[in-house]
């Protein structure tokens, strides 16, 4: 027994898939995604010759044929035109993704949105239990694909299987509202580990299982249908070593130096989000508007970048929220520029790894306010690249992160006056105190890597 637990192999689902094509070069190529997830799976993946399922981010192609890449076995699932409507952009997007965020807006509860999800997740369901072999670990990934442990237990009853949900649990009220609130927890209590970024969307989890299902139990460990569900928190973070390495490229010490050379020495300001509604840039934005309006700094002191990666733009609140911040930007530098200086740098679109952590070296504040956010993984990128341990994180009390880094200057992200108050207490911050703080939150992010989390969560789903 114990040397066939020692053979398991491991299969991901998640509703990305770790690779992508290659923009040059021949078509049908594919290279490595960047991002977290893959970094972190990717070396037990090679190690146990594992597979790996997920959406090929294409519509309406026939069916995606099974590759090996890296000697990751990769099976892509493929989803019509109509099913990026209903599974992704609509009950992924507009009905858990604002409900899961405290509802900041209204999600769409819609019966002809459920039944692609359904299927979908059936799809991906059906694609695993191809994959895995007899025994696999099959570890299953977020809120797209909530309904898969379930299925897959009815298919592969052998496997052992895992899910973790890398944004937001909400608390019981809220989550009470989805019509198919029973059928969603109960195809998550079919895994034997349901992972959470913190304890409070653990035992959020819990107590809607426990109230909407007949799972009982103490919060961490649930009695559901005769198996034991055990239930977590398992704070996901990044490769410290790879970012660290990068902060220390020499090339990257020169383009740090020219990136702040570009802005005169005004002391900058960074923001880094994804162009999404949770991540609160536009109240940030005020924020900024209102610190300017004070007078005490103007554009000749400071400068605010922000970076705003392009995300699901055929949801049609990311398109509005794209339109509200540009507005926002011009109307700042309308009304707050000084000579040539402008106080907003907008950059829509994403950087190259190296030269986000160029940014993240040169800034000597770096801006993280989301609404809500299960981990936010910038605040600890930031942290790891400062290697001369100064700098200021401004973080919002909503981020998971918050959990962990407390030495970073905490704020409430809807309270303009309160922002506003953080960037000019950042801005004036002696560097003995950035350094103390620095050495600290730099600290806690070295203390678990990502590898780590997945080691973490892995030996959990070993066990039992
Ligand atoms: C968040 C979610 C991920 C998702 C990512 C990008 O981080 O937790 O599951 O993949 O956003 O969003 P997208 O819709 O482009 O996959």
């Not at 895992?162 to 969603?184: D, N, S, V």
């Not at 992972?195 to 009695?223: H, I, K, M, V, W």
């Not at 942290?383 to 341990?389: A, H, L, V």
Request: charged content about 30%; proline content about 5%.
């Amino acid at each position: 027994m114990a040397g066939k637990k020692k053979n398991r192999g491991l299969v991901v689902v998640a509703n990305r898939m770790p690779v992508r094509r290659v923009k040059k070069g021949r078509a049908g190529d594919w290279e490595t995604s960047p991002g977290g997830l893959v970094t972190a799976l990717a070396p037990m993946l090679r190690e146990r010759g594992g597979g790996w399922v997920g959406w090929d981010g294409s519509t309406g192609r026939r069916a995606s044929v099974p590759f090996v890449h890296d000697t990751i076995r990769i099976r892509p699932v493929s989803l019509t035109g109509k099913e990026f409507e209903t599974f992704y952009a609509g009950f992924s997007n507009k009905t858990l993704w604002p409900l899961y965020h405290d509802s900041i807006r209204e999600p769409q509860f819609h019966r002809r949105w459920w039944w692609p999800y359904h299927d979908v997740n059936m799809r991906f369901a059906e694609a695993a239990a191809e994959v895995a072999g007899e025994g696999d670990l099959v570890w299953v990934h977020d809120y797209q694909l909530q309904l898969v442990p379930g299925m897959l237990r009815s298919l592969r009853p052998d496997a052992r299987i895992g899910f973790f949900l890398h944004i937001p649990f909400p608390p019981e009220e809220l989550f009470a509202k989805i019509p198919w609130r029973t059928q969603i927890l109960e195809a998550m209590l079919g895994a034997d580990v349901v992972g959470f970024q913190t304890r409070l969307a653990a035992r959020n989890f819990s107590r809607a299982a426990r109230r909407f299902t007949e799972a009982r139990g103490p919060d961490g460990l649930l009695r559901f249908r005769g198996r034991r569900v055990v239930v977590d928190a398992f704070p996901i973070s990044i490769d410290v070593d790879m970012y660290e390495q990068m902060a220390r490229d020499p090339e990257v010490a020169v383009e740090a130096e020219r990136f702040r050379a570009s802005m005169n020495g005004r002391r900058i300001m960074l923001c880094v989000d994804r162009l999404d509604y949770t991540k609160g840039i536009d109240i940030r934005l005020r924020a900024f508007d209102e610190l300017l309006s004070r007078g005490r700094y103007t554009a000749e002191d400071c400068v605010l970048i922000q970076i705003a990666v392009p995300t699901r733009e055929s949801v049609e609140d990311y398109a509005e929220l794209r339109d509200n911040v540009e507005r926002l930007v011009g109307r700042i530098n309308g009304t707050h520029s000084v000579k040539q200086h402008i106080p907003v740098h907008y950059v829509y679109g994403g950087l190259p790894t190296a030269e986000l952590v160029s940014r993240y070296c040169a800034s000597d504040v770096m801006l993280v306010t989301p609404f809500r956010d299960g981990m936010n993984l910038v605040a600890k990128e930031y942290c790891t690249t400062r290697i001369r341990g100064d700098g200021v994180l401004v973080l919002s009390e909503f981020a998971g992160a918050a959990l962990e880094l407390k030495q970073a200057l905490l704020v409430n992200p809807f309270d303009v006056d309160g922002l506003a108050g953080a960037m000019e207490e950042a801005l004036e911050m002696p560097r003995a105190e950035q350094k103390r703080r620095m050495t600290s939150l730099r600290r806690a992010v070295r203390a678990r890597s990502v590898h780590d989390w997945a080691d973490g969560f892995i030996s959990r789903l070993r066990e039992g």
